[in-house]
């Protein structure tokens, strides 16, 4: 998919599901950009070029992926941690997913997708900080 091997989807999810949250633990979040950078960083596979379509799309299955890894344990969305550079918000298919995952209704407003976004990093800020 998306060019790459199983075995590297699964190498970037681990490792991105990491970062996220050490992201969470410091209470930050991060940029496409900064999560693209360490990734390749950290696992050595060649980075995503945002510049072509199709290597967004990878992204968004990437941090898609992430979701699903992660979610069983923490019922939340770890993807609300990345947000585009310059932008205070997540990107289309982090909405997408959360309506997939039934957290987030079909249609919903500006606003409460918004609200839907900050409680999510909140929440995600909140559950790594714990002692």
Not at 25 to 50: C, I
Not at 84 to 89: R, T
Request: aromatic residues 10%.
């Amino acid at each position: 998919m998306y060019g790459r091997s199983d075995e590297v989807w699964d190498q970037l999810t681990g490792a991105g599901l990491k970062f996220l949250i050490e992201r969470a633990q410091l209470r930050k979040v991060t940029t496409y950009t900064e999560m693209n950078f360490v990734l390749a960083r950290r696992t050595g596979v060649s980075g995503f070029d945002f510049e072509q379509a199709d290597e967004r799309a990878a992204m968004g299955h990437l941090l898609g992926r992430i979701v699903e890894r992660d979610y069983p344990e923490s019922k939340l969305m770890v993807s609300a941690l990345v947000h585009y550079l310059g932008a205070n918000d997540a990107g289309p298919g982090f909405y997408t997913l959360a309506q997939q995952l039934a957290l987030l209704p079909k249609g919903a407003s500006a606003t409460a997708r918004l609200e839907f976004w900050i409680g999510q990093v909140n929440s995600l800020h909140e559950l790594h900080t714990r002692s």
